[in-house]
């Protein structure tokens, strides 16, 4: 069985810094990636960004520049710290990690990023 909790989700004024973690146990290929997707109300789930095993990134071009995306391949956990961040960053955010020798998607409960204006 497979966890992803997320954490580090809440409420800052447009410009502010928010850091989400995500940690991920239980049994699963050592070759995997894991990253975030959002969900704006009325709007369909987009990636964020994602980070392969290796270090490899990926990201919306909306947020590159000032998302940045981390792991710690020893705790299978990774860090998504948000700068600048604006009101269209308002969305709950969902950690995914996917095995890659199963091609399964786990997906976490998802934790609300607020930005108001």
């Known amino acids: 069985q497979v966890r992803v909790v997320e954490s580090g989700g809440g409420l800052v004024q447009a410009g502010g810094s928010l850091r989400l973690s995500c940690a991920a146990s239980g049994s699963f290929f050592s070759i995997n990636g894991m990253g975030w997707y959002r969900q704006a109300p009325g709007k369909q789930r987009e990636l964020v960004a994602d980070?392969?095993?290796?270090?490899?990134?990926d990201y919306a071009d909306s947020v590159k520049g000032r998302f940045t995306l981390s792991r710690d391949n020893a705790e299978n956990t990774v860090y998504l710290q948000m700068n600048s961040l604006k009101p269209e960053d308002t969305a709950v955010y969902y950690c995914t990690l996917t095995n890659y020798n199963t091609k399964t998607r786990y997906w976490g409960q998802g934790t609300q990023v607020t930005v108001s204006s």
């Open positions: 980070i392969t095993s290796g270090g490899s990134t």
